[in-house]
C-alpha cells in the first residue's frame, strides 16, 4: 500500500515530527494531489496540521480554472487554502531570467510568505522518484560535480523553514496507479509535453531511449545513485565542518587559510574547505570548478607572494605559508552622511549608481508578491523620519518573519552578502530603527497586514550614467 511506502521513507528520513504544522504546495498536477491526499490520511496518526498552498503564474489561459479547481479541493477535504498569482512572464521578461529560474523564484517567495503566514514550520514538495533520476541525468549532461550526483535532496533548509519531499521514494507509475485507485482528477498540464525545455526532452525522449536500448531499469539506477551521493555528500559536509576551522582563521574582514593544513587534507576535503572558503565572499552560482582550482593552486605555489582576482571583487594572495582573501579594493573612506529619504519622490544613494524610489498607495493597489528589489510597509506604523544611509557599528534588525531583532552583521552573514558589499548596502532606517535592508528584507514591526491603510512602496533602482552625471 502506497501509503505505507511513504511512511516508511518519512520515517527513514525523518522528514515529519507529531505536531507539525505543514504547507502543502499543491499545483492541481498527480504528484501534488496525491502528496496531499497521502499526507491527509496521516493528519490525524501524526497530529500534522496541513495547509494548501497554489501560486498561478498566468501562463496559461486556463490557470484561473485551476487554482479555483484546487482551492475547492482544499474546502472539501476541510482544509484551509492560501492562493495567490503573479504575471510570470512579465516577471521573466523584466529581470532577464529564463522561465525556470524565474518559476523558481516567485514560486519559493511565494511558499515563504505563505509558511510564515500560518506559521508552517515545512513546506511539503511533491517531487517523486522519476524526478530524482531527472535531476540526476541532467545534472551529468550539463556537468557537475559529486554533489551534483544527489539530485534533489528529501529535505532542505529554506531561511526559516525546511523544505521536505515525501514522495522521493515513489515513482510516477505508483503515483498515478493512486490517482485512480482514489478516484483523483489532477490537473494535466500541457507544457509538460513540450520538448523545447531540456528537462522534458530528457524525460520524453533521452530517458525512453536509453531504456530501450541500454538498461531497462535507468530510473531505478540513477535513483540508487542519488541516495548513496546524498549520503557521501552529508559525511563530507561534516567532515568539512570539522576541518574547517582548523585551517581558516579571520583577521579584520579577511580570512586566512592555513597553506600547510590545506595541503595535508585529502584531495576530497581539499577541495571542499576551499569552496567553503570562497563561499564567505561569493555567492554560490559564481563559484565553478575553476575558482576552487585557481585557489588551490595560489595555495600550492612557489616563491613568497603572489595574488589572483576572483568574482564579486575578491582577492586571493598567498603571503609566505597563508592564503589571504579579502575584499580586492576595501573602502577606506568614511561613510556617507545619512540623506533625508523624499517620500514620495527618488533619492540618490550617496557613491553608488543607485537611487531609492518612494511612493504612496492603498493595500488593494499592491501587485503581490513584491519583487526582489520592492518593499511594501505600513507607513502610518513606521517611528519617524525616514533617512537613506549605510550601516553603522552596532546596529539591530528584526527582520520579517524572524521571532526578534539580531546584529545586523548576523543578518548580512545570514544571507551571504559579500564582505565588501555589506558596508555599502543601502539600508531606510529611522533614527536607529533599520526599517529596510534594501534588496533583502523589511523590518517585522512595519510590515503589512489587515490593518494597514496606507503603504509605503519603496524601490531599488539602477542609475543610467545620464542620471548620474547630473547627481
Known sequence: MLVKKMIRY?????????????????SGGPDSLCLLHLLRTLKAPYG????VAHLDHRIRPESRQEAEKVRRIAASWGLPFEGAAVD???????????????????????LLQAAKKYGAGKIALGHHRDDLAETVLFNLLRGTGPDGLAGILPRRSLGPVELIRPLLGITREEIEGYCREYELEPILDSSNLETVYTRNRIRLELIPHLEKNY????????????????????????????RYERTVRRKRGKLLLDCAALAALPAALRGRVAYRALS???????????????????????????QIFL???IRARRSYGCLILSPAAPAEKRSPAPRPLQVPGRTAVPGEMLAVQASLCRPGELSWPPASRQAYLD????PGPLQLRTRWPGARFYPQGAPGSKKLKDFMIDQKVPLHLRERLPLV???????WVAGKRIAHPYRVTDRTRLVLVLELQHLNKAEEEKR
Open 10 to 26: 518519512i520515517e527513514g528520513e525523518r522528514l515529519l515530527r507529531r505536531g507539525d504544522r505543514v504547507l502543502v504546495a499543491v
Open 48 to 51: 500534522l496540521s496541513l495547509i
Open 88 to 110: 510570470l512572464p512579465a516577471y521573466r521578461v523584466g529581470r532577464k531570467l529564463s522561465s525556470q529560474e524565474a518559476s523558481r523564484i516567485v514560486r519559493y517567495r511565494f
Open 215 to 242: 538498461n531497462p531499469r535507468l530510473r531505478r539506477s540513477l535513483a540508487d545513485l542519488a541516495v548513496l551521493a546524498a549520503a557521501d555528500r552529508a559525511y563530507f559536509d561534516q567532515a568539512v565542518q570539522n
Open 280 to 306: 564567505e565572499y561569493i555567492p554560490a552560482k559564481q563559484i565553478g570548478r575553476r575558482q576552487v582550482e585557481q585557489l588551490l593552486s595560489l595555495a600550492e605555489g612557489q616563491g613568497p607572494a603572489r
Open 311 to 313: 568574482p564579486a571583487g
Open 379 to 382: 507607513y502610518d506604523s513606521l
Open 429 to 435: 532606517a529611522a533614527g536607529c530603527k533599520v526599517i
